[in-house]
């Protein structure tokens, strides 16, 4: 069952990766392209800012739960500070779920204010399209990453890493020593 969900996690994470490359190609030309326009011929696109700013905030969070997938995401690394090797995984345990709980109820929250953002019809500006639209990668991403921490719990309970995110000391000394 396990390797069924882990099959699924990685199909999303192919698509998460080819959209993080479109999603960063695509930003990246609308707004060079604005920019040389507006400095050769003083126009450029007046939806170009708007498209930029959309598409980093979906690159942004899908991006947050790629790395969520990879154990790659941002953590305060003061457990590993304070607890010995032998109860490290078993506070990453509890960290793990106090993080899938937190980001569960978030998403939850997403997922009403999309809602009601789309009751109301809320559009862009510049483009003109549904608000929603932009704004429900959020909770969807939430989701995903509160799944995605139940996969490292999972993984911390097999012995797999014995920590949350990539500072796990068992993670560090497979990669070598750190240059400080």
Known sequence: MIQFFEAIDNFFAKLEKIFLVIGVVVMTLVVFFDLLFRNLFD?????AK??????????????????????????????????????????SLLVCLIVF????????????YVSETREFGETSLVLNIPLWIVQIIIPISLVAIA????????????????SIGAGGKEELKQKGPVND
Request: charged content about 15%; aromatic content about 18%; hydrophobic content about 55%.
């Open 43 to 47: 126009d450029g696109f007046i939806w």
């Open 50 to 91: 708007e498209l930029a700013a959309f598409l980093m905030i979906w690159v942004g969070f899908i991006g947050a739960s790629l790395a969520t997938k990879e154990n790659k995401h941002l953590v305060v690394g003061i457990p590993e500070k304070l607890f010995p090797s032998k109860t490290l995984p078993y506070v």
């Open 101 to 112: 709980s937190v980001t569960i109820f978030i998403a939850y929250l997403g997922f009403n």
């Open 147 to 162: 799944f995605r921490f139940i996969g490292i719990g999972i993984n911390i309970f097999q012995g797999k890493i014995s």
